[in-house]
T-cell receptor, first 109, second 116 residues
Framework: GQNIDQPTEMTATEGAIVQINCTYQ??????LFWYQQHAGEAPTFLSY??LDGLEEKGRFSSFLSRSKGYSYLLLKELQMKDSASYLC??????????WGAGTKLIIKP | EAGVAQSPRYKIIEKRQSVAFWCNPI?????LYWYQQILGQGPKLLIQ????????DSQLPKDRFSAERLKGVDSTLKIQPAKLEDSAVYLC??????????????FGAGTRLSVL
């Protein structure tokens, strides 16, 4: 079967750095997305990785290791507005998007 | 550029009643998706349209759910009759790329359905 694992919940302090991990077992791989979803709102696109390595975009970076079936989202200089759920999603060999359950990130002052 | 529009935002119905949701994708986006998201879970794809044709409806409970995109633009999702377990947020998304291509999905704000 296809499976994506993320921690259910994480807590971090304003101004700090947090890393949200995602491991996947899917039938094939054609890319990985990270989305942010604030409570009661729609998911919004953060990043896309298809090759191994780190993609940096401002305070957010995303890393991919295809051989390990592993990705992480790195958030720097955390702000209160970063409190949200972070969803990892993988494109499988049929170009279908397989979603993880999301990681709820709580930022404390 | 206008985003994905959905209505209504909230809906409360009793079990066995019917309900319909509407979605207007981003202009020019050929692919439209309907997802069901239960609290604390990731989105579950119900149906995917490419223009007005169905690409994937393998997870759509066809005994009670139906969806259409007659002119390849707007779409409606209907539940008839509703069950308690249908309580969820129904998200509509659209993308500009077709099947087999890498594409970013843009989501609407969703419709929160409560079935009592």
């Amino acid at each position: 079967g296809q499976n994506i694992d993320q921690p259910t919940e994480m807590t971090a302090t304003e101004g700090a750095i947090v890393q949200i991990n995602c491991t996947y077992q899917t039938s094939g791989f054609n890319g990985l997305f990270w989305y942010q979803q604030h409570a009661g709102e729609a998911p919004t696109f953060l990043s896309y990785n298809v090759l191994d390595g780190l993609e940096e975009k401002g305070r957010f970076s995303s890393f991919l290791s295809r051989s390990k079936g592993y990705s992480y989202l790195l958030l720097k200089e955390l702000q209160m507005k970063d409190s949200a759920s972070y969803l990892c999603a993988v494109i499988d060999s049929n170009y279908q998007l397989i979603w993880g359950a999301g990681t709820k990130l709580i930022i404390k002052p | 550029e206008a985003g994905v529009a959905q209505s209504p935002r909230y809906k409360i119905i009793e079990k066995r009643q019917s309900v319909a949701f509407w979605c207007n994708p981003i202009s020019g986006h050929a692919t439209l998706y309907w997802y069901q998201q239960i609290l604390g879970q990731g989105p579950k794809l119900l149906i995917q349209f490419q223009n007005n044709g169905v690409v994937d409806d393998s997870q759509l409970p066809k005994d009670r759910f139906s969806a259409e995109r007659l002119k390849g633009v707007d779409s409606t999702l209907k539940i008839q009759p509703a069950k308690l377990e249908d309580s969820a947020v129904y998200l509509c998304a659209s993308s500009s790329a077709g099947g087999g291509e890498i594409n970013i999905q843009y989501f609407g704000a969703g419709t929160r359905l409560s079935v009592l």
